[in-house]
């Protein structure tokens, strides 16, 4: 399983990015597709997941802010960031974790967001 990220960038606070982020390989079918960010001196966290059945989950922090969505055709995630914070800079790293006990989560390489005031 491949994953390939796209989107980020340099963005004034208030602006807006979009991330993306296309799977590939032998996927099963039930799945979660998230985007979790890092900052330099901070752990990783979650950002935003979907489930292949469509339930949604947010960190507080980009509760309002953000929307994750996907397709479950092409097995892609995308990440709305409005109203971007400079908190908000981070590398950001998509994830698929299958729905199948035991089994590894997979990560793409991550895009960098930077959000300057």
């Known amino acids: 399983v491949q994953l390939q990220a796209s989107g980020g960038g340099s963005v004034q606070a208030g602006g807006s990015l979009r991330l993306s982020c296309a799977a590939s390989?032998?996927?099963?079918?039930?799945?979660?597709l998230g985007w979790y960010r890092q900052a330099p001196g901070k752990q990783r966290e979650l950002v935003a997941s979907?489930?292949?059945?469509?339930?949604?989950n947010y960190s507080d922090s980009v509760k309002g802010r953000f929307s994750i969505s996907r397709d479950n055709t092409n097995n892609t995630v995308w990440l709305q960031m409005n109203m971007l914070k400079p908190e908000d800079t981070a590398v950001y790293y998509c994830?698929?974790?299958?729905?199948?006990?035991?089994?590894?989560?997979?990560w793409g390489p991550g895009t960098q967001v930077t959000v300057s005031s």
């Open positions: 994830n698929l974790r299958p729905l199948i006990p035991e089994t590894p989560n997979y």
């Open positions: 979907i489930s292949s059945g469509g339930r949604r």
């Open positions: 390989g032998s996927i099963f079918s039930f799945n979660v």
